[in-house]
């Protein structure tokens, strides 16, 4: 667990979906300074079962997202186990009492952080990758005034219904576990988080990563090594209430469901006034490239650039130094895109 | 379970990987008559969990497969449940103690049924979906005389390793059930096949069928109910061992492995002599185009359709008209093309 990190406390944080945590506590870093005019403030939400380290890859002097340039504020997602979630959230609300949160939750937590904490009234960037491209949609809808640009990859504005299926069979085969105990576990659940390793293994790089054995870049010389190594490595310190948590904020991400809009996703995307730049990677299996390109057709100025290559979802991991420099170029390229007042 | 079949009894049949099954049983039934010349067989194996009755849509008066002018046998893969298989084999083979049976074993046991059991030298077509199509391929290599044509459709010569993954992943959920115990339930683990099932549902149908609820064809109103309805009903009344010793024959299907090919892919493709068409569909996630696209390259005179459209690896299941029809169409193109004395 990491701890080079601040936490606001936000008290009596109640939920979209019913329930109140008292306190929530929003987890995030911050990278490089505030400008005295405070129009140099960047917006990272992290991914699924990742936390601000997670996004570091695309930070740093020799990127785009220069901390001697930008201020990069960094929110960890609830249920990340960094930020609220159910294994350090006190009862009553602890384990499997924890309640449901939205990524509309998410984007309210971080919405106090930016302007009542930390005194921001605009975003010069939202950016964030799979769910942290969920949470980016989200507040390109909700805050169209503070959004002057963003930058989702890997994700989708809304969840698709295939995306549903490969997320409940993640959370079919965790809570298989006997050991799982309907979330009352005192032991963690080993082997059903191994098996949602495996299950997740096939989802998260291409069938031609595999093929061609990309996993030796990554040093893994052999598929059963890279499994364990890779897959079971990243989700086996993991606290499954916390997995499950996520999964459910994951599966319900819906720019739709946003007051106002009436379950209607094109009304939604065509409220956006954010300069917008969509990245899926080409052989995305679960936010695979339609959903970006048929989302952009909806935003105003919504512009794709797809990243090609093999790596799957993972593409936008950071892991391959390639598709890392296309992301980064496309930064460097929307933050130097002026925005003609909106925002 | 189906009692519309013939069983042909092979005495003492020795296993590729060691073991003996005494006696293999092969289960079969044949659509037609053999004409006087013995000109007009076609061999038709099974998929993975499916049986005879799973290949009937393609054999009719109104296909290509017309009974009145073929003699169609198709044969139930090992593991299957009417075939030899964990559940039928009586002790010391039974259930978890059945031997791992090869895609070579099972073209073995069909090369006995079709010759000296039917009298016959030369098939017509060899064809086959999935893991019906791992053994077209494998006849084809095996017995190059015998064959005169082949048309894999939804399957490869070899199981890629993404392919792999995907099957580990749902050995790695089947086998999470505590009521498996390592294969030798008194009930059957339930709770496992559907976890199972959730798993499989990612896979069988591409993004965009869920995306278009195209479910709604096969008579299911809602995404829960067609991952209960279809895909929890497919598989519940499965046997588990059986299960997975159908995965385990698909995971190890591999030409090269072909005694004398000695690991060569190229070499083993480069020796099939049948006039080869090849039907991958478009959006399969398992059995992508790419694998047959690579494999035809190596075929003299190989030739690749890809199926359009959205229905992913179920394409080759018949139960969309429009894939059924462009299936038909090839297989009739196929058998009235000539052999130039080959096969």
Avoid at 97 to 102: G, L
Avoid at 115 to 131: A, D, F, K
């Amino acid at each position: 667990m990491s701890t080079d990190h601040e936490i606001l406390e936000l008290p009596d944080f109640a939920l979209e979906q019913g329930g109140t945590l008292r306190p929530a506590r929003l987890a995030y870093k911050t990278y490089g300074r505030l400008n005295a005019d405070r129009t140099n403030a960047v917006l990272f939400p992290t991914w699924f079962a990742g936390d601000h380290r997670s996004n570091e890859w695309l930070i740093g002097e020799d990127r785009a997202l220069d901390p001697r340039k930008y201020f990069v504020i960094v929110p960890n997602l609830f249920g990340n186990g960094v930020s609220s979630s159910p294994s350090n959230t006190p009862a009553p609300h602890d384990a499997a009492d924890f309640p449901n949160v939205t990524i509309r939750d998410n984007v309210r937590a971080q919405h106090v952080l930016v302007t009542e904490h930390l005194g921001i009234e605009r975003l010069e960037l939202v950016l964030g990758c799979s769910m942290g491209a969920l949470q980016t949609y989200q507040w390109a809808v909700t805050h169209p005034e503070m959004v002057a640009r963003a930058l989702p990859f890997c994700g989708a504005p809304k969840t698709s219904p295939h995306n549903v299926v490969f997320i409940e069979s993640l959370r079919a085969t965790l809570t298989l576990d006997a050991a799982y105990r309907d979330g009352r576990y005192e032991a963690p659940p080993l082997a059903g988080i191994r098996a949602f390793s495996r299950v997740y293994a096939g989802w998260g790089f291409s069938q031609a990563f595999y093929g061609e054995e990309t996993y030796r870049q990554l040093g893994f010389t052999t598929l059963e090594e890279f499994l364990t190594g890779f897959w079971e490595a990243n989700f086996i310190d993991q606290d499954a209430n916390d997995l499950l948590a996520m999964l459910w904020t994951w599966r319900h991400a819906d720019v739709s469901a946003t007051p106002g809009m009436d379950g209607d996703i094109k009304r939604a995307l065509g409220s956006i006034t954010a300069e917008t730049l969509a990245l899926p990677a080409e052989k995305d299996l679960y936010f695979p490239p339609e959903d970006e390109i048929r989302a952009a057709q909806h935003i105003p100025g919504g512009r794709v650039r797809v990243i090609p290559g093999i790596w799957g979802h993972l593409t936008g991991g950071g892991a391959n130094p390639a598709d890392a420099a296309f992301i980064d170029g496309a930064v460097r390229d929307l933050l130097a895109t002026g925005t003609d007042g909106r925002g």
